[in-house]
């Protein structure tokens, strides 16, 4: 069974920086897209970043400037590089993977992580 394994996260104070990691358990044979989702207590679940097997990524409003996704495909993971940390962030944090595991199989399909929590507080 895939597991996309999560690292990072944390408790740290307003203005602080995290980065979190996320690495597939095996290789792909095709990955369209990596990213990060959050939930806060109470709220949906929402994209925070993406980034694609080109290279392109997109943000939500709430992190640009402060947010950058990056990622090694030789490794299968992408890394999520958080600055300016304001108590809104504070959620948990899901990694997200969409691609095909083998070449048999012909449609991509999403991938989750069991999340890893994200507090910022002082």
């Known amino acids: 069974q895939v597991q996309l394994v999560e690292s990072g996260g944390g408790l740290v104070q307003p203005e602080g920086s995290l980065r979190l990691s996320c690495a597939a358990s095996?290789?792909?044979?095709?990955?369209?897209?990596m990213g990060w989702y959050r939930q806060a207590p109470g709220k949906q679940r929402e994209l925070v970043a993406r980034i694609t097997r080109g290279g392109s990524t997109n943000y939500a409003d709430s992190v640009k400037g402060r947010f950058t996704i990056s990622r090694d495909n030789a490794k299968n993971t992408v890394y999520l590089q958080m600055n300016s940390l304001k108590p809104e962030d504070t959620a948990v944090y899901y990694c997200n993977l969409n691609g095909r595991r083998r070449v048999e199989f012909l449609t991509a399909a999403d991938y989750w992580g069991q999340g890893t929590q994200v507090t910022v507080s002082s």
């Open positions: 095996e290789r792909f044979f095709s990955i369209n897209a």
